[in-house]
């Protein structure tokens, strides 16, 4: 059993800067790839950023260039950085990771719970 916590959500102004983090605790063997989501009211859940184990990342184009992820291996956490908010950037945000069990030979994906960040004009 693996949880994944975010923290850092909130309201902020247009233009403004927020820092989200995802932090991982359980019975897992390591971690693969970390992922942040966003579901906006009445849309779609789309995927916002991807990292890799060795810091390999992509973006949506819609974030690219204001908002950077990054991981922290030690630690288990995950954060989203996310510079020049926009008011279409105000969505319910979620933390997404493959957990490794069994020295990698076992894979599962867990979600965080969402937190809300709304971006006012």
């Known amino acids: 059993q693996v949880q994944l916590v975010e923290s850092g959500g909130g309201l902020v102004q247009a233009g403004g800067s927020l820092r989200l983090s995802c932090a991982a605790s359980?019975?897992?063997?390591?971690?693969?790839?970390m992922h942040w989501y966003r579901q906006p009211p009445g849309k779609q859940r789309e995927l916002v950023a991807t990292?890799?184990?060795?810091?390999?990342?992509d973006y949506a184009d819609s974030v690219k260039g204001r908002f950077t992820i990054s991981r922290d291996n030690a630690k288990n956490m995950v954060y989203l950085q996310m510079n020049s908010l926009k008011p279409e950037d105000t969505a319910v945000y979620y933390c997404?990771?493959?957990?490794?069990?069994?020295?990698?030979?076992?894979?599962?994906?867990?979600w965080g719970q969402g937190t809300q960040v709304t971006v006012s004009s």
């Open positions: 997404n990771a493959d957990f490794y069990f069994n020295k990698g030979l076992n894979l599962r994906n867990y």
């Open positions: 359980g019975s897992f063997f390591s971690i693969n790839l």
């Open positions: 990292i890799t184990g060795s810091d390999h990342t």
